[in-house]
């Protein structure tokens, strides 16, 4: 087969310009590709909701990659353990209630399941606002290319329409961030110390509706709500981006 150089750059910017396109107008934007974000995507996607994962790295996976300390392990306690079967993600029990997987498998197995289902994946993305009109609600966001913030080139974003958007970007919540600094009511009571079992114990009840149209799962859940942190028990993780997109599934069918 004889190569043309010009034939492959066609092919990938028809053929992205095409999906960019199509995902300007979309039922969900989650943002962050950590655990909990991709957990979200994944369900949101298998249950047929248009939903796009944006992150502002070129890698998705967030912290879930490094493990604990680069050791490429993470554990999940016996309440998430189910997720992992979902994902077909393979496990040891190291002792009763605590499960230990490969972050790698992890990442990579949870990932292909989003994208198997129908989740788009936007990487090197960044959001630098939010759309909020006169319902007073998250309605879309703005979104440039995060090689444009990181040289703070002066160059205009484009929008993105979306029914809800849920905040997956971690310790920084940024979008619940950028709510507040343009005058949004939302209080953001800022990251506890290191305390696994309080932090997994309550991420659950910090998953919520924290702005109309914004949802905060994962580790931004627990900055805003005040909660304290948990380092590489990623069961949390997991059940808050499932509880996220199963709050989104019921919104949608109304």
Avoid at 5 to 31: F, G, N, P, W
Avoid at 169 to 198: C, N, P, Q, Y
Wanted: net charge negative.
């Amino acid at each position: 087969m004889k190569l043309d150089e010009v034939t492959i750059s066609r092919a990938i910017l028809s053929e992205q310009h095409k999906i960019m396109t199509e995902y300007l107008d979309i039922d969900c934007a989650v943002v962050g590709g950590g655990p909990s974000g991709i957990t979200c995507a994944a369900i949101l996607a298998q249950n047929g909701v248009k939903v796009a994962l944006i992150e502002k790295k070129l890698s998705i996976g967030g912290g879930m990659w490094g493990g604990g300390m680069m050791f490429p392990r993470i554990v999940v306690q016996e309440e998430a353990r189910r997720l992992l079967d979902h994902f077909g993600i393979k496990y040891t029990e190291y002792e009763k209630g605590y499960y230990v997987a490969s972050s790698v498998e992890a990442v990579s197995k949870s990932l292909a399941a989003a994208c198997d289902a129908g989740a788009e994946v936007f990487n090197l993305t960044t959001v630098e606002d939010v759309v909020v009109k006169e319902d007073g609600g998250v309605s879309g966001l703005v979104i440039n290319w995060t090689a444009v913030e990181m040289a703070g080139l002066h160059i205009d974003p484009l929008t993105m329409r979306t029914k809800v958007t849920v905040d997956a970007t971690g310790h920084d919540s940024m979008i619940a961030h950028m709510v507040r600094k343009k005058g949004g009511a939302l209080e953001i009571k800022g990251e506890g110390f290191m305390w696994a079992e309080r932090a997994e114990t309550n991420i659950l009840s910090h998953t919520k509706e924290v702005f109309p149209g914004l949802i905060v799962a994962g580790m931004a859940a627990n900055a805003v709500g005040g909660e304290n942190r948990m380092g590489p028990i990623f069961g949390g993780m997991l059940l808050s981006g499932e509880k996220a997109a199963n709050m989104i599934i019921e919104r949608l069918k109304k």
